[in-house]
């Protein structure tokens, strides 16, 4: 049996600051409806549906109830992830392999401007004895890894801001994003600390968006002659110390090992010169150095120093978040992750207009569940079966 | 289709209220699990979690706060979800990740702690209707049972007395069972006059609130027939997930349950569940919850089941033994853990270790069912010994 | 034999660099409970202090966006109106009102105004409030199914002006509306249902 699982359709309503004119339901249906007529399906084509939420964030327990609909699952097959977009990438693709289905859909969403207070959210989320009474700001979490990455790395507080220079920028050409700007250096080192080093504008702000992606398996794409599919060929998840006591500050551990799984199905001995471009969680701007080395693109201090040197810029030898990642599009929640893979395909497909790189066939989606997790994801994709 | 098995199963004892944290609860039912199968830790390549809503243990993303207590540190994990169907979907869960080829083994926890949510864990359950058309009526969980069993009731002739003898056989079954919370010796008369909650439920129609983990091991063909030499084979998986607008449904029938069962029964061969299924371990959360899905499960004609559970037929020594474990009303409803407990009693009964409460016959095959959300899902799994 | 014993085999760690063999019984064979018996609580142990517990409450807090559909129908609520939609590929009226018909998965743009008034599908007579307090008083919620719309279509309310012991379901129902001042485009316009 061929194992293979390809992307052969994608949607998403772009992501922007608040969305009051719809729904999350009517919100996710756009999605879905573009994602169905990019891969020239109906509904009653897809084997098996995943919907990847929590529900504190959608404010209903439960949440999976209010999942089917939208996404022409009714009577169907459906089930949710309490995972980032990449976890439901994979979920669908373990459904397919097992040749119980031949196609499955997954959605993410974030209609987190419902939400009063996003802070609690994630303050809800840290470990009930041991953490939470402190009474903080969830965020000095981030502070407290910062502080220890660039102590490890030897990187800047400037080689952040770097990040945010060139991901902001990113997102000036990218339609979806709902935060380009064209910054200087000076001015967001200048932004004020929040949990020092950590500064206010290193933070990805929050963003409202869906997005769906409809998988296959290789016999589906031959079958239906896909013209452009693009492979899933590794995947690794990890979940590393869920608590504050005992994880390394300095590195994503789950990313390492992560990327090794994804790297060893892919067959990727030598990831920096056999990928092309990334697309990495960059929630916080020093989160994409870190994820960068950790993904084994650079040895550690090595990210730092190409975002100084403009490697990882659009136009560079290895371009990272041309899409903007969450720093220019928004943090969108689980949706963030699963845009990771929408940019690469659409770079993949060579339709990304604008922003299109050149001559680029396979490329890594990383993605992290945010405070206070250690859960991480890569995928592996390409344009060819082989490359 | 590549197979896959059960190899080991574990649970904690199921009780109102439990020391323990969630973690704790989630570590010994693995422990318990890897015990039973002669396994360590070190032998499990992946994890799966299955934990019913949030609000219970006020924890945001609560399967990261549990990865460490069910053994996940470290290795690939996943917390998949359909509300009170979680218990019978993690397992399938856990299927997919091996039938995949991804994994030659998995540890699949199921954890809940709902005793934590004050002032009582039905309010969490306010949370679970549509926060527009309906909370403002403020809800309780008990209403969509009773509004779907009144339907059940009306549109079939079926009386409360009948019903009622479902709550009899599974607490009295439940006597057998070490985890369980409520264990007792009732008659059909107690059910009828015991407090009104929501008419028709009374109390003795409900299964309790409670605090438990349950845990399986499962491992690809390969690897279980190394691991034991009674592994019990995981025959069919199946579930299905029906329109969140519940209200626009005839809650007389459970169609996602048989259309999840279908799909089990496919893909195990099955063509007659009622002959070649032994014994059925379908979701009680409510006495007439387990009539309403032996008919979803095509175990019976709809409209039949009452009659079965009251000529006896449903016994652990009837025609076929229905929750033989004691169930969620005998053995307690840790959400999630409740419905891993019933794969459980099927590993146990299938492999004829169910000691007291084994079933008679050597049964072969069992079907395991689950249900949840609003009216919504029906989770399946038939296993067997071959 | 129970199922929920197991025996465990011992193994022993020899000197440190040897390799423990797994499956191998080198001790006495351990019987041992399986089923973890934990520390069950009471209310007391909480009251008398006798165990130690920390205690949140969350101030989590939503605003939840209407978007189209259930915004018009909000607005109908709030002068007086139940509106549902109706799907003409698959010929079915139905309220809630939705955007996109489940079934067909095709968008749906026809609005028809239902009648206030309907048939019990189902109901219940609930003692217990939603945090589980008791009530003297029962609450009646029920599906009503409203007139106008496809079978077996109905939306959650409660009844009033009714003996509980009188409701049957397929009983013929009205909606009993607030002041038109007092409406805010709110389900809970709506005060109850009551027999006609």
């Not at chain 1, 879905?32 to 939420?53: M, N, R, T």
């Not at chain 2, 002669?38 to 979690?49: A, E, H, N, S």
């Not at chain 3, 423990?20 to 399986?34: E, F, H, I, T």
Request: hydrophobic share 40%.
């Amino acid at each position: 049996m061929d194992r293979r699982v390809a992307v052969i359709g994608i949607g998403t309503t772009g992501f922007r600051a608040a969305s009051p004119e719809v729904s999350y339901r009517e919100m996710i249906y756009e999605a879905a409806v573009k994602a169905y007529s990019d891969a020239g399906l109906a509904p009653d084509q897809i084997g098996s549906f995943i919907a990847c939420s929590e529900d504190i964030s959608e404010g209903t327990s439960i949440f999976d109830e209010y999942c089917p609909d939208q996404i022409g699952g009714a009577r169907r097959p459906v089930h949710s992830v309490s995972g980032d977009g990449l976890h439901g990438i994979i979920t669908a693709a373990m459904n397919i392999q097992t040749g119980l289905f031949e196609t499955a859909l997954v959605e993410c969403h974030s209609k987190v401007s419902n939400c009063i207070d996003p802070v609690e959210i994630m303050n809800y989320a840290l470990d009930p004895i041991y953490n939470r009474p402190l009474g903080e700001h969830p965020e000095f979490i981030a502070g407290l890894e910062m502080r220890r990455y660039l102590y490890e790395s030897k990187a800047q507080p400037k080689d952040c801001a770097a990040v945010v220079q060139k991901n902001r920028a990113h997102a000036l050409k990218n339609p979806w994003a709902a935060y380009p700007a064209n910054l200087e250096l000076e001015e967001i080192q200048d932004s004020p600390a929040t949990f020092d080093p950590l500064r206010e504008i290193d933070r990805a702000h929050h963003a409202d968006g869906a997005s769906v992606v409809i998988l296959a398996s290789a016999d589906w794409v031959k079958k239906n002659r896909v013209k452009n599919p693009v492979w899933v060929k590794g995947m690794g998840w990890i979940s590393e110390d869920p608590g504050l006591e005992m994880r390394p500050w300095g590195r994503s551990i789950a990313t390492q090992k992560a990327a090794k799984m994804a790297y060893k199905q892919a067959g990727i001995r030598s990831p920096r010169s056999e990928i092309d471009f990334a697309e990495v969680d960059d929630t916080y701007s020093y989160k994409e150095l870190q994820h960068l080395e950790d993904l084994w693109f650079f040895p550690l201090g090595g990210a730092a120093k190409a975002v100084r040197s403009g490697l990882t810029r659009s136009d560079g030898k290895f371009p990272v978040n041309v899409s903007g990642g969450c720093l220019g599009m928004g943090n969108a929640a689980e949706a963030s992750g699963l845009q990771r893979v929408l940019e690469i395909v659409t770079q993949l497909r060579g339709e990304a207009g604008v922003r299109q790189l050149k001559r680029v066939r396979q490329a890594v989606a990383q993605s992290w569940r945010g405070i206070p997790t250690t859960s991480c994801a890569v995928a592996v994709l390409s344009k060819g079966v082989n490359s | 289709m590549r197979k896959v098995a059960v190899v080991g199963a574990g649970l904690t004892k199921f009780m109102r209220r439990a020391q323990e944290t969630g973690k704790e609860l989630s570590f010994e039912a693995a422990r318990a699990a890897l015990d039973n199968a002669g396994m360590q830790l070190k032998d499990i390549d992946c994890v799966v979690m299955g934990t019913a809503p949030d609000a219970f243990d006020g924890v945001h993303m609560k399967g990261e706060y549990l990865s460490d207590g069910s053994g996940a540190w470290g290795r690939p994990y996943l917390r998949g979800y359909v509300g009170g169907g979680t218990g019978v979907f993690a397992p399938i869960q856990g299927w997919y990740h091996i039938a995949s080829g991804m994994f030659d083994t998995c540890l699949v926890v199921c954890e809940e702690k709902m005793s934590g949510c004050k002032p009582h864990p039905q309010g969490a359950f306010l949370t679970i209707f549509d926060h527009t058309t309906e909370r403002p009526l403020y809800p309780n969980l008990l209403w969509i049972f009773a509004l779907e069993m009144n339907r059940y009731m009306t549109t079939h002739g079926i009386t409360k007395r009948e019903i009622a003898h479902v709550a009899v056989k599974n607490k009295k079954n439940a006597m057998d069972h070490p985890s369980a919370q409520l264990p007792m010796e009732i008659t059909v008369e107690d059910v009828m006059n015991s407090e009104v909650m929501a008419w028709p439920v009374n109390r003795l129609d409900v299964s309790p609130t409670s605090d438990g983990a349950a845990a399986v091991i499962l491992a690809s063909e390969e690897k279980a027939k190394k691991i034991t030499d009674k592994p019990i084979w995981i025959q069919g998986v199946g579930w299905n997930l029906d329109t969140s607008y519940w209200t626009n449904r005839d809650l007389y029938y459970p169609e996602y349950v048989e259309r999840a069962a279908r799909m089990a029964y496919k893909m195990a061969g099955v063509k007659e569940p009622r002959k070649e299924i032994h014994i059925a371990e379908p979701y009680d959360p409510f006495d007439y919850k387990e009539l309403h899905h032996m008919e979803g499960l095509l175990l019976c004609g709809k409209g039949e089941a009452a009659r079965l559970a009251v000529d006896g037929v449903t016994a652990r020594d009837g025609d076929l033994p229905v929750c033989p474990s004691g169930g969620l009303l005998g053995v307690g409803n840790p959400i999630a853990a409740a419905g891993l407990m019933k794969i459980s009693e099927l590993f146990w009964q299938l492999r004829g270790e169910a000691g007291k409460r084994q079933v008679p016959g050597q049964p072969k095959r069992g079907v395991a069912q689950a249900w949840g959300d609003l009216m919504q899902v029906g989770t399946v799994v038939v296993m067997g010994v071959d | 034999m129970n199922g929920l014993e197991t025996t465990r085999k011992e193994t022993k760690l020899k000197k440190k660099g040897s390799v423990p063999q797994a499956n191998v019984p080198s001790g006495p064979l351990l019987k041992r409970k399986m089923a973890f018996e934990g520390t069950p609580l009471s209310g007391k142990d909480f009251e008398q202090g006798k165990v130690l517990f920390t205690t949140y409450k969350p101030k989590l807090a939503y605003a939840w966006d209407t978007g189209r559909a259930i915004g018009r129908y909000l607005q109908g609520l709030k002068e007086g109106r139940l509106l549902g939609v109706r799907c003409r590929h698959c010929d079915r009226t139905v309220i809630p009102p939705r955007a996109f018909c489940e079934r067909c998965f095709r968008p749906i743009e026809e609005w028809v105004q239902l009648q206030d008034r309907g048939v019990i599908n189902t109901f219940s007579i609930s003692y217990v409030r939603w945090d589980a307090v008791r009530l003297e008083k029962p609450t009646l919620p029920a599906v009503i199914d409203i007139e106008g719309t496809s079978p077996r279509v109905g939306i959650l309310h409660l009844l009033g002006e009714v003996d509980p012991k009188q409701i049957k379901v397929g009983m013929k129902v009205k909606a009993v509306w607030k002041a038109a001042s007092e409406r805010i485009g709110a389900i809970t316009d709506i005060q109850y249902f009551k027999p006609e």
